[in-house]
């Protein structure tokens, strides 16, 4: 595939950093990729970005500019949890997850009334910072990892989130 902006994407090697802090309140660090779906909207972002945050307007929650780490649909293996998770799922480490890839700021009055998908500055892991799919390691809110069930496998799982109702995934 040829880009005509090659900023739009970042190699695996430069998404390799070490997690974020454990300390670090609602986070949950995954293993990834188990599996990674590459749809439509990467394509496009690859080639033409719109939703990846320029220099110019970096996105307004994770500070990120291009060039971001791709993958926002995708499963995992919960390594680390942080101490100060709300850990309403019971995650554990080692379970297998998919990740709901929402970024949301949680203050503003649609996050304030739960409509996380209408945050004023929403985004998504894998388009907007916050690492994806293709790094690593990725942490990401515990309130969107899911556990998969034990008859679902982790290629199942990637595609999970990119199934679900479309006014809330990409
Ligand atoms: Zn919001
Ligand atoms: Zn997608």
Known sequence: MISKNRNALTTRSKCNAPPRSLSNALLTICRAPA?????GTDLHEYSNPTFIPSKERPHPVTGESMPVGFGHEFSGTVVEIGSKVQNKGGLKVGDHVAVQ???????CPSCEQNFLNCCDKGGFVGLSGGGGGLSDFVCVDGSFVHKLPVNVPLDVGGIVISSGPRTMFV
Not at 35 to 39: A, D, E, L, R, T
Not at 101 to 107: E, G, R, S, V
Request: aromatic share 16%; glycine share 8%.
């Open 101 to 107: 890839p929402t970024i949301c700021c949680f203050q």
């Open 35 to 39: 599996f990674v779906g590459i749809c």
